[in-house]
């Protein structure tokens, strides 16, 4: 009927798998240790595990986890805008000519960009702020400028009421 395997083919057959398993397992380890990108990957893959697979509906009501999701939305947290303001006046910096004639504030995920802006950055800024994770709104309150020397002029940025002129 059926031969028993000797075990030194046997080894002979796992020596490539168990090779090819360390070296898999190594590969891992350098993806998600990785010192530049590692904690964002490591981020995204937890966000991954405690919301489940894209486009996957959890039944409410029933096992362990259903307990743990919040049955009401809870009030805005203020670290949670500080952290999005601070973000969006870091990109702010690097998408305009002159960032310190805007003023963003941030409210549960409303940001409210005013002042003044070049007319050739204001279309690509606001689309760039609008993409970015954590804006549920924006409110534009900016005023467009063709020429440059206008905001290099003015130090502070426009205010609230005149924004909305």
Known sequence: MHEPMDTESEDAMNKPLASLGAAAAGALAMYYLDPDLGARRRALLADLVSSGLPGERRALGRGRLARRLPLHVSAADPRR???????????????VSHPRALHVAVEEGVVRLSGRLL???????????????????LVNATTAHDDPQDLALAREPV????ANR
Do not use: T
């Open 81 to 95: 805008d500080a952290e999005l303001r601070d973000r969006i006046q870091m990109a702010l910096d690097r998408m």
């Open 119 to 137: 007319a050739s950055e204001r279309d690509g800024v606001l689309a760039q702020v609008q993409r970015m994770p954590g804006v549920h709104k």
């Open 159 to 162: 205010p609230l009421a005149a």
